[in-house]
């Protein structure tokens, strides 16, 4: 691709910032933070954490956040150790997959009164079932929703290229400001997308997002990079998409 993308306002780089899990540290700390810099972010959310808060994620919604969807019981692999029996991904179908997103999606709209639009792999999961017999759900994710986003991938994603049901999602929890710089540095120089993944917000702990290392990032809204919840850049790269067709 060239090395320049029209993202809007002239701006040389997307960023978009999300948050998995409904955390509550995201509502005592992490919102009212980016609130104050007027940063939208994305927050893939699962619906029982949110019903135990629920005027606070409703008042994130109202405020401009993207509420993602992030499946109802949040199946991982049987990799990890603390995953239940029964949400171990290797002994699911792709049927079971899309029972649970869609219970979610039907849990947030009659919760928040939003239509989850994009979409966070659980663990950075994208298959159900084991060996011989595991199938993609990438083609579920790309029926339901605008982007479906990984964790701990590589870096940038290039809007010209990428399947938007499955964009890199660089992991920010537990890293200074000077660690993402160079993966900010990537996607200034091809006027690519960054997408920043973490839980916790403003602590420093383990899967926490440092505060300073978020206030970094909000600063970066008044300078070159489009600030931006995932699915507003995707439904950017999709229009571009279709002018350049
Ligand atoms: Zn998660």
């Known amino acids: 691709m060239a090395d320049t993308f029209p993202w809007p306002e002239g701006k040389r780089f997307a960023l978009s910032l999300s948050f998995d899990d409904a955390r509550a540290s995201c509502l005592d700390h992490g919102i009212p933070l980016l609130n104050t810099h007027g940063v939208k972010a994305t927050f893939y959310v699962l619906p029982h954490p949110v019903e135990e808060h629920l005027e606070s994620w409703r008042a994130a919604a109202e405020a401009g956040h993207e509420m993602g969807n992030h499946t109802a019981s949040h199946p991982c692999s049987a990799n990890f150790h603390w995953i239940s029996p029964d949400r171990r991904t290797e002994d699911w179908t792709l049927p079971q997959m899309e029972t649970d997103l869609d219970e979610a ?24 079932g084991r060996g011989e017999q595991a199938h993609s759900y990438i083609p579920a994710i790309a029926k339901r929703f605008v982007c479906g986003r990984l964790f701990k991938s590589e870096g940038p994603v290039d809007p010209a290229t990428a399947d938007l049901s499955a964009v890199f999602g660089v992991d920010m929890d537990e890293r200074d400001y000077a660690d993402l710089v160079p993966y900010l540095d990537q996607a200034r120089e091809r006027s690519t997308w960054l997408v920043l993944a973490g839980h916790d917000m403003c602590l420093d702990k ?39 067709l």
Do not use: K
Not at 112 to 117: F, I, M
Not at 213 to 237: F, K, Q, R, Y
């Open 105 to 128: 999606t039907v849990a947030l709209q009659r919760l928040l009164d939003v239509t989850p639009r994009s979409f966070a792999y659980p663990c950075g999961n994208t298959t159900v």
């Open 206 to 244: 383990r899967q926490g997002v440092r505060r300073e290392t978020l206030e970094a990032l909000c600063v970066l809204a008044d300078g070159d990079a489009w600030v931006a919840p995932v699915a507003d850049v995707a439904d950017h790269i999709l229009a571009h998409r279709q002018v350049m």
